[in-house]
Each structure stands twice: as C-alpha cells, then as structure tokens.
C-alpha cells in the first residue's frame, strides 16, 4: 500500500500536492456554499470530467480515437436500470454487471479493428457505427420498453441512500466526486506504470513500438477495455441521477461528443486536463444561458454554437490544450505531455 | 562457433522486383557483421524481413537455432533482436529518458528498474545530459544515439542498425564508431549493421557482405573486400578506399 502511495505521489511536487488538495476541500465543501441549482451545474461538470477522463485513457494515452463511448454510458445505464426496475438490483451491483459487459463490448470493437487493422479516422467510423447499432438496436428492444423509455421510480426520499442511489443532489455530487477522484488516481497509477509507458509509445508511432517489442494488438486491446469498463459506471450514475433513459438521448452521437470536449479543450493525454476542460466548458456555457434567460433571449442552440466556438478557439490558439499552458503558468507541469 | 543469425536463400519479390534474391551468411555470435551495397541492392528489405517487419517469401532466418522468419516485430524483438530505423523514429512528445525506460520495461516490471537501465544506457550514448528533452527537440546525431539507446535498452543479443551513420559529419561518425565498438566490447552484443559511410564501415566490420540488386556479390573481411573487383565494379567504383 505504501509503495503504490509513494508511487502515485513520487515525482509530484510539493506545489502541485498543494493545489489538488486545496481543489478536493473545496469540493468537498462546495454544496454547503453554492445554491442547488449550482449543486447540479457541478454534477454536471463532474460527470463530464469522469467521462472525459475515461475516454482520455483510449485517445490521450493509448492514441485511438473513439467517437463511440456513448455505447458504454448507455450500456452501463440500461443494464443497470432494468436490473434495478424488473430484479430489484441495487445500482452498485448493477454496476458490477454492467462493467464486464461494456469492457466485452470494447474488446469486440477493439479485436475487429486492431485485429484488421482499422486505424486512426476508419476506426473512430467504427466506434460511431457501434454506437449507432446501439441505439437503434435498444429503440426496438422491448426489455428495456423500447423507444418508450424505461423510467426509474422517482419519490420523495425523507433520507440518503448512497446504497441505493436515491437521495438529494448532493448525494448524487458526492458520489460523482468520489468516482471522478477515483478516475483520476486510477488514471495516474496507469500512466506511471509499465501499461501507461506501452500506451504513450503505441500513440507516439506504433511501428516504432512494435520494434521496441511491445504486443500493440494486446495493449491496445487493454486500453479500450479499461477505458470503456471505467466509462459503464457514468452510465450507471446517469440513469439513477436522471431516473429516465431513452436510446435516442443516452446513445446518441451527442452524448460521445460532449464527453471528449472536456479533454480536448483541456488537454488530451494530460490527467488534469480532462477535469479543466469540463470545468470551464460547461461553466461558460451556464453562464451564457443564465446571461441569455436574464436578457430574456431564447436562443435554441446557442449552447451547442458556443461550444463550437471554444473548440475552434482552442484548436487555433492552444491546440494542445489549456491545462499545459496553466500547468506551465502555475509551475506545476505534468510529467507525461 | 555457432552462429548468432542464419539466413539461408532467403528471397523477396515484390511484384516483378526481386528485392533480395536467395541471400545466405552467418553472423557468429559478438561479432560485427556489416552489409553493404548501392542504394536499391536490398539492404532494407533484407533487414525488414530479419527484424520481423515483412516475412520472407522463400528461404529461413534461424536466430540462436531458432527459426524466426516470419514472426512479427514485437515478437522478434522479444527473442532478442533489437533494431533501428533508417529515418529515425523516437516518440517524439515523451522525453529522452522515458523513450528508453520504455525499451528498458520490455523485459523489466518495474518502472523504477526500468529507468535506472535507461539511465546507464543514456550515459554509454552521451545523451544523459538531454534526458529530460522532449526527444523531438534533440538535433540529429542526438537522435540516432537515442534510437541505439532505445533498441539497446531491450536487451538485444543482436543490434540492428540501419544507416545509423547517415547524415552525420565526420565527428560525430567516428563518435558513433567509438560508441559501437566500446559496446561490443563490453556487452558482447552481436551487431549488423546496414551502412552506406565506408569509413563507418571500415573502422567497425569484422565481416562485410555485399549485396548489388538483391544478390550476395561478395563476403569476407573488409581487406578482401575492397580489392574484390566485383565490389570496385558495382558498388565503390572509383571512390574506393
């Protein structure tokens, strides 16, 4: 235990040690000083660093591209959710369920396209085309009630039940800090090891790796299975936060994109990165529909515009992302670029 | 003495090109073998097939008795051979260092035992002093030092190297000449390397073989070489040492 502690924390600086403590605090004590509605707005960006976070362990370690992952989100929500609505399963069991299906939902992706040698833009295609199965696969599944929704039964809980997963949002916020702080240590104990040493040299140029004997088929391999097992639980908690799933909303195109914007404004590949990203994107966005409500505006769409705008801005001014910038200014730079 | 690497008529075409045409040597083990030839003679292909890059069309490639034609990259790497590229490739985003702690961790679990290989090796090639270098910003002859660092630090019975001394001035040649020679000596790694510089070639080699469109024209000790006048004809021409 020890050793994976000294580990984890043995070439971060004393600074930078200070910082992330200084961030968990007020996280942690961030419900008891913003407003509900505020409550939500950060499980929001939570739930999108976790994801972010997931997914970065495919492209910003081990460089495959996926623009899929809604299919594990949505796995790991239906599964968990009927298992809850028709057994009577309780969430963590389900997740428990749904991680092994989504990692074997990877691996079948994975083995198609690195057993045939789908690379780069052909296999990000691929991911989109499993997501898209998904979705029109589940909108005909009567199981889970179809393009009708399955629908979590919703009351007034007198008290948490993290058990469960029934409660107030600020249950739910600090089940997500939770998992994204598990995310992010288990993120960093991967890029430490031998496994995150193999991912970075398979991103950098994979002939090269393979010359240098490392197995890219079975790396790779490992690398879309943990991205989409850590993936499963964000649909676990998105169907017990929203208590309503329809294939159209959780597996769509969308979903997979919202989930990589975070990392790429905040740095793909970095760990902190994916946490930033989140933060300010979804940040601003609130701030402009609050700004755009108080002006009385109904702009449809501006969130999505907006969006569009940030990553164009990024891409031409910081294209390898905000956080390395930051992290230079701040002097606490990551080791791993 | 047993032989480290055996090729036996070993061939490849590509479409109407016969590339390398029932090519057969041994190179015993500690020794260091060079191959030689004009450019378009086969050499890289030659290479390829040995490095597990391409498979041979015809013929065996045996490696400590073993045969390896055939199996992939990685896994001939495994066996113990260990390769650089002609246009040299580090992974450029990660630092001097962590490129060979990544060769180092092929045949180590652990991170920390990984870089103190890596470091050892970083001071044999002089390239310590860079380590924490993005290895994209290292000029040329740095980055040749740290592609040998690399393959070396997979702990290879035999180095493949292709073209290391290309683009070199003639400093950094007899630098790279010295490295090698201390390396041999020391570890008794087995290398052949592919080579276009002569007095690269001269200094180093133990034994030459000449190839001139895909076939064996010569083989011998770098003296016979050079008198050989199939050699003079075909390949060192009037630029003879």
């Known amino acids: ?337 | 003495m047993t032989a480290l690497l055996s090729l036996t008529t070993v061939s490849k075409r590509f479409r109407g090109v016969v590339a390398v045409d029932r090519v057969s040597f041994d190179v015993p083990e500690g020794m260091l073998f060079a191959v030689i030839g004009p450019n378009g003679a086969g050499k890289t292909t030659l290479f390829n097939m040995i490095a597990g890059a391409m498979a041979p069309d015809t013929g065996t490639i045996a490696f400590a008795g073993q045969p390896i034609g055939g199996l992939t990259a990685d896994a001939v790497c495994r066996r113990g051979i260990a390769r650089t590229f002609q246009l040299v490739r580090p992974f450029p985003a990660l630092s001097v260092e962590d490129n060979v702690v990544v060769g180092a961790l092929l045949h180590r679990r652990s991170v920390g035992a990984a870089r103190d290989h890596a470091h050892a090796l970083l001071r044999r090639l002089d390239l310590f002093d860079r380590r924490r270098q993005l290895a994209a910003t290292l000029t040329l002859p740095d980055r040749k030092r740290l592609e040998v660092a690399r393959a070396l630090a997979t702990g290879p019975r035999l180095l493949l190297l292709d073209e290391v001394m290309a683009g070199l001035r003639p400093t950094e040649t007899d630098r790279m000449v010295g490295m090698l020679q201390d390396l041999n000596r020391d570890t008794g790694v087995t290398i052949l390397l592919i080579e276009h510089v002569m007095r690269a070639v001269m200094a180093l080699a133990a034994r030459i073989l000449v190839l001139d469109h895909g076939v064996a024209i010569a083989e011998g000790a770098p003296e016979s070489i050079v008198c050989d006048p199939a050699v003079v004809q075909s390949y060192l021409g009037a630029e003879a040492v």
């Open chain 1, 1 to 337: 235990m020890a050793a994976i502690v000294a580990r984890l924390t043995g070439d971060v600086s004393r600074r930078t040690m200070i910082w992330l403590a200084a961030l968990f605090v007020a996280l942690v004590i961030a419900p008891w000083l913003v407003s509900d509605y505020l409550v939500t707005v950060l499980i929001l960006i939570l739930y999108l660093a976790y994801t972010g976070q997931a997914w970065n362990i495919m492209m910003g370690f081990a460089g495959q591209l996926s623009l899929g992952h809604a299919i594990y989100v949505g796995l790991g929500a239906y599964i968990a959710a009927v298992l809850f609505t028709r057994y009577g399963v309780g969430p963590w069991f389900g997740f428990l369920a749904a991680m092994p299906v989504a990692a074997a939902c990877g691996a079948v992706i994975g083995f198609l396209a690195f057993r045939f040698g789908v690379t780069g833009i052909y296999f990000a295609i691929l991911t989109i085309a499993f997501a898209e199965f998904a979705r029109i696969g589940f909108d005909h599944l009567d199981i889970v009630n179809a393009a009708a929704g399955l629908f979590l039964p919703v009351a007034q809980y007198a008290h948490n039940d993290p058990w469960r997963l029934r409660g107030s949002p600020t249950m739910f916020y600090y089940v997500i800090l939770a998992a994204t702080l598990a995310a992010f240590i288990l993120c960093r104990a991967l890029i430490t090891s031998r496994i995150g040493y193999f991912w970075l040299a398979i991103r950098e140029d994979e002939e090269a790796a393979r010359a240098a004997g490392i197995d890219t088929f079975r790396y790779k391999m490992y690398a879309v299975t943990i991205s989409a097992a850590v993936t499963s639980f964000a649909g676990v908690f998105y169907a017990f936060f929203y208590n309503n799933l329809f294939p159209e909303q959780v597996f769509n195109i969308s979903q997979s994109i919202q989930m990589i914007l975070g990392p790429l404004i905040g740095g793909v590949g970095t760990l902190f990165g994916p946490i930033l990203g989140a933060f300010v994107l979804t940040s601003l966005a609130e701030s402009l529909n609050s700004a755009l409500t108080a002006f009385g505006l109904d702009l449809p769409g501006a969130e999505q515009v907006f969006y569009g705008a940030c990553l164009l801005f990024v891409i031409a001014a910081l294209p390898e992302g905000i956080w390395p910038r930051l992290a230079r200014a701040l002097g606490i730079a990551e080791r791993v670029p």
